[in-house]
């Protein structure tokens, strides 16, 4: 005889039950969990709770607030560099070593910015720190992909990155609050104990592991970071109104950007597989994601000093108003789903993309006078916008993918968002450095540089908007946000 159906009771205890396996599973590995949710948050943090202390940390290094620019892309650019390294780190020394190198060496870059007494050593320092914070976010995630199945990777994934999330929220506000009240050193130093917490839970709670071990691509390792570097470098020179300098960079970056792409093509490994731009919704959320965030990435930079230098506003009042868009990108998360899966990538991205341009174009209408409130509302506004850009931008690139090449795609997407918000940064600020002039010590000057940069950036927004009409119209019909999402 057949069982009977089970009732609604039965039903509700049995899914009880289940939760109550996962949790204990999951408690298994607490200190596991602990330590790649510190990680997490110590590096969305720090990629946040600068901005809102630049005009601090440039009035106590004695050196005009546009000239941190550097102190910025050379930590994104660091990291940009050396994540396609992360994976063989891996398979050769293992996870519990080379957590363990990239968090001591995160928080001796981060005691080193702490106790910088100029802008070389802090930009050293930051080199230092980035190479760091590179490992620790790839790591971090292949090691829960690696102890959990499939059930429980969600589960463990959402509990890790829960502080990752709050780091976008808490940086500007204790950015702004170290800044005002203590000192801008307590940035970078709060890292230190965080770390020390962090080194001590790898050694009891990180397993070992790793995988056979691939030839690394110590050539293409070399000019990729060759390419990115002097790129980067021609920028900061153009940006100083030292052409000649800044051209032969830029000749430099793009000739060994060019061999890259040659040894890529020859080799069997790659550091990064170029072949997967042959992928058509690859190439375009690459292409798409870069001329995005070329547009905002600068955003939150030249913001903070249009609030502090150009309207005289506190540090901690700056922090409290980059919050509203923190907080919209997280409350955005639960509509992102089925706006996809109704609209599809092409229709939502060509959409939102235009509205993330004429919200930075909006930007420039704010004014030293504007009321804080409607500031509030326009930040409130895009960060609704960027929450839904970053997570289907990330997501796109990987829904034609097969299982053996997400590896590579996580790789290559996370190496192109660090490097185009790197040359996002400089971008912007070279735009306002431009405009501000000879005029540094005016505060009207930083007013009228800011908007004159938005609408800049605005207008290169638009182009990663033409590129996603690139997508196929049948990608509406078969979106979804089930895929692995990237960092931000």
């Known amino acids: 005889m057949d069982a009977p159906p089970p009732s609604a009771a039965d039903s509700a205890a049995a899914h009880a039950r289940d939760g109550q396996t996962v949790a204990s599973r999951l408690a298994d590995y607490r200190g596991l969990l602990w330590l790649i949710a510190a990680s997490f948050f110590m590096q969305t943090l720090d990629s946040t709770i600068v901005n809102t202390a630049v005009p601090s940390i440039a009035e106590a290094l004695r050196i005009t607030p546009l000239s941190l620019r550097t102190a910025l892309t050379s930590y994104v650019l660091t990291l940009a560099i050396c994540i396609p390294?992360?994976?063989?780190?891996?398979?050769?020394?293992?996870?519990?070593?080379?957590?363990?190198?990239?968090?001591?060496?995160?928080?001796?870059?981060?005691?080193?910015?702490?106790?910088?007494?100029?802008?070389?050593?802090?930009?050293?320092?930051?080199?230092?720190?980035?190479?760091?914070?590179?490992?620790?976010?790839?790591?971090?995630?292949?090691?829960?992909?690696?102890?959990?199945?499939?059930?429980?990777?969600?589960?463990?994934?959402?509990?890790?990155?829960?502080?990752?999330?709050?780091?976008?929220?808490?940086?500007?506000?204790?950015?702004?609050?170290?800044?005002?009240?203590?000192?801008?050193?307590?940035?970078?130093?709060?890292?230190?104990?965080?770390?020390?917490?962090?080194?001590?839970?790898?050694?009891?709670?990180?397993?070992?592991?790793?995988?056979?071990?691939?030839?690394?691509?110590?050539?293409?390792?070399?000019?990729?970071?060759?390419?990115?570097?002097?790129?980067?470098?021609?920028?900061?020179?153009?940006?100083?109104?030292?052409?000649?300098?800044?051209?032969?960079?830029?000749?430099?970056?793009?000739?060994?950007?060019?061999?890259?792409?040659?040894?890529?093509?020859?080799?069997?490994?790659p550091i990064n597989d170029l072949s997967l731009l042959k992928i058509r919704s690859f190439w375009i959320a690459v292409g798409g994601s870069l001329f995005t965030r070329l547009g905002v990435s600068g955003m939150p930079f030249v913001f903070a000093l249009f609030l502090q230098v150009g309207c005289g506003w506190s540090p901690l009042a700056a922090g409290l108003m980059m919050m509203p868009q923190a907080l919209a990108m997280m409350a955005m998360k639960l509509l992102i789903d089925p706006l996809l899966k109704r609209y599809g990538y092409r229709r939502t991205l060509y959409v939102n993309t235009v509205l993330v341009a004429i919200l930075l174009a909006m930007f420039a209408l704010l004014t030293a006078h504007t009321p804080w409130p409607w500031m509030a509302l326009l930040n409130f506004a895009y960060g609704l916008v960027m929450s839904l850009q970053y997570t289907a931008m990330n997501t796109l690139a990987f829904v034609d993918l097969q299982p053996a090449q997400a590896g590579h795609a996580s790789s290559m997407t996370s190496t192109a968002q660090y490097l185009s918000m790197s040359f996002g940064i400089a971008l912007a600020s070279m735009l306002m450095s431009a405009y501000v002039g000879p005029h540094r010590q005016l505060a009207a000057a930083y007013v009228s540089g800011f908007r004159f940069s938005a609408v800049v950036l605005a207008l290169l927004t638009l182009v990663g908007a033409f590129i996603f009409t690139r997508l196929r119209r049948d990608r509406a019909l078969r979106a979804s946000v089930d895929t692995p999402e990237t960092a931000s």
């Open 85 to 269: 390294a992360s994976p063989w780190l891996t398979d050769r020394f293992g996870t519990r070593r080379v957590f363990a190198v990239s968090i001591a060496v995160f928080t001796l870059g981060s005691a080193a910015c702490g106790l910088a007494q100029s802008l070389p050593e802090l930009i050293a320092a930051r080199v230092l720190q980035g190479l760091g914070g590179a490992l620790l976010m790839p790591v971090g995630r292949y090691v829960l992909v690696r102890a959990f199945d499939k059930r429980d990777f969600v589960a463990a994934m959402s509990m890790v990155s829960i502080p990752g999330l709050l780091g976008p929220v808490l940086g500007p506000l204790l950015g702004g609050a170290f800044s005002e009240y203590l000192s801008w050193r307590l940035i970078f130093l709060v890292n230190v104990p965080v770390g020390i917490v962090g080194w001590w839970l790898n050694r009891r709670a990180m397993p070992e592991i790793r995988d056979p071990q691939r030839p690394f691509d110590g050539i293409g390792f070399v000019l990729f970071a060759l390419a990115s570097g002097l790129l980067l470098t021609a920028a900061e020179f153009a940006s100083e109104d030292q052409l000649a300098i800044g051209g032969t960079a830029a000749l430099a970056g793009v000739t060994a950007a060019a061999l890259y792409w040659a040894h890529s093509q020859r080799t069997a490994h």
